[in-house]
């Protein structure tokens, strides 16, 4: 009994020491499963990817043409990106002002999504329409062929995460048979400024599905001097062809080009008169196409550049300068209808376009003025801002009493700074005569008789002997003294 007993011990020891043993095993087991488990959940994405979808101008945003397109990517997120989506004068900002900001703020949400934990190589898909089909092609171009350094286009294994979805892009790439509206016609106001195609190297490796229906003006527009009936009939087919891309957002295969179709695919329809006039009954212009003119004039997109030059040398509307701004469409309609936001807004822009020949005429007169007392100041004295806030700079000083000529920095010149710049060194030319000039520093009493050939002063620059009469003057006098002198003395009249 007592070597059983002592057999129970023993076990029941050498049990003790394998648990004491094992515990802190699978301490360190369970430490190493949560450390690893919040390491995992700390870099996983809170999404499988995003979404950024750039709308069209003044897109409605309880019901955007781009609403389908979330539900094809489920488990992302998906973000409308914020931007005016205006084009004055149916907005209060320009296309081009409008563009600009919606540019920076989808490049930024792309870079502020890619520093999420865990969200370095999640795919991004950048989706625009109409006018944010241009921004959202701007940015992918600038992906393809100068990226950021934090948002790679291909993750480790070399399979793409960017993409892109672009539908009627107004600078789509083509001929002159058709192409996007930036790229076949010229700015015709200031502010709506046509930049022409992207640059080389398009998109890249990043694939990109570019959709444009037949006859869109916003992306198929022809070149109105070689096919001005195609113009022509794009532009009515505005309305009957430019909103007709919600099917394909929602279902590419639509398109009729597989599952995932990429690159350029233009949908094939009839002209846009042939369904104007189906509308009504009428079908005599069915299937009848537009003629081509293969002549060996320049298109009219050659003329964008000397356009643009003009332009960007003057005010860019909506903004007139000198704190004035143009009223758009919808304000005044608003107003007309008694909206009070509307109203406060119309005051604003009338007041400050009652307020810009007093203004105008100030500043100049600013300009003038500093110009002949002698103080070198800015083209304008006061400056406005694509937001419409006005400031002022103080003039700059000189210490000669002659005042050179400004030479105007490119950088910091102002769209209308070389005209107005050319405009004041002419009148600073045709002043610079009637200025007095200077007073002397010392004075010397004119004579008393009649001036003649013989006098001291007109002696002693001849070089003869000076009067008996003048005291002579031991010292030499100085240049100073000498051109006092001369511009006092008394002197012949010219006869003029």
């Not at 931007?83 to 409008?98: D, F, I, N, Q």
């Not at 030059?309 to 309609?333: N, W």
Request: contains cysteine; charged residues 15%.
């Amino acid at each position: 009994m007592k070597v059983v007993s002592d057999v129970r011990i023993l076990q029941a020891r050498l049990a003790m020491v394998v648990l004491s043993a094992s515990i802190p095993a699978v301490l360190v087991l369970l430490q190493a499963d949560v450390a690893s488990a919040a390491g995992a959940q700390a870099s996983t994405c809170p999404s499988a990817g995003k979404v950024f979808i750039v709308d069209g101008t003044n897109d409605d945003p309880s019901n955007y043409h781009t609403r389908d397109i979330a539900s094809r990517y489920p488990g992302y997120d998906v973000e409308h990106v914020t931007y005016p989506a205006t084009v004055w004068p149916l907005g209060a900002t320009s296309y081009t002002a409008s563009a600009a900001i919606g540019r920076t703020a989808v490049h930024d949400g792309v870079v502020t999504y890619r520093a999420t934990p865990g969200c370095a190589e999640s795919p991004v898909v950048i989706v625009g329409y109409s006018q944010g089909a241009a921004i959202a092609g701007d940015e992918l171009h600038a992906l393809a062929t100068d990226p950021h350094p934090s948002v790679a286009t291909r993750d480790s294994q070399g399979a793409p995460i960017v993409s892109g979805e672009l539908y009627s892009d107004p600078r789509r790439t083509g001929d002159a048979r058709g192409r996007g509206v930036e790229v076949s016609m010229i700015g015709v106001i200031p502010g709506l400024g046509m930049r022409g195609p992207r640059g080389p190297g398009g998109y890249g490796d990043i694939p990109v599905l570019d959709v444009c229906v037949d006859g869109d003006p916003i992306c198929d527009l022809p070149d109105p001097l070689h096919d001005p009936l195609g113009a022509i009939d794009a532009l009515l087919g505005f309305g009957t062809k430019h909103f007709e891309y919600t099917p394909y957002m929602a279902d590419p295969t639509e398109l009729g080009h597989g599952a995932a179709p990429t690159g350029t695919v233009l949908v094939a329809r009839p002209t846009a008169i042939s369904i104007l006039l189906a509308g009504v009954g009428v079908h005599a212009l069915d299937g009848v196409p537009t003629f081509y003119i293969p002549l060996r004039y320049p298109e009219l997109a050659r003329f964008a550049p000397v356009v643009a030059f003009f332009q960007a040398r003057g005010p860019q509307y909506p903004e007139l300068g000198h704190g004035a701004t143009l009223p758009d469409l919808l304000t005044i309609g608003g107003a007309l209808r008694g909206d009070p936001a509307a109203q406060a807004r119309m005051l604003v822009s009338l007041r400050g376009i009652a307020r810009f020949p007093v203004r105008f005429v100030a500043d100049w007169t600013a300009v003038v003025r500093a110009r002949l007392s002698g103080t070198v100041m800015p083209v304008a004295s006061r400056t406005v801002s694509d937001s419409g806030a006005t400031s002022s700079s103080a003039p700059r000083s000189v210490a000669s009493s002659t005042t050179p000529r400004p030479v105007a920095s490119r950088s910091g010149m102002t769209p209308g700074a070389p005209l107005r710049g050319a405009v004041q060194r002419r009148l600073e030319d045709v002043l610079a005569g009637f200025r007095p000039s200077p007073a002397p520093t010392t004075a010397t009493p004119a004579p008393t008789s009649t001036p003649s050939t013989s006098s001291p002063r007109t002696a002693t620059s001849s070089g003869t002997t000076p009067s008996a009469t003048a005291a002579p003057d031991p010292t030499p006098p100085t240049p100073s003294a000498a051109a006092s002198d001369q511009a006092s003395a008394p002197h012949e009249p010219d006869g003029d």
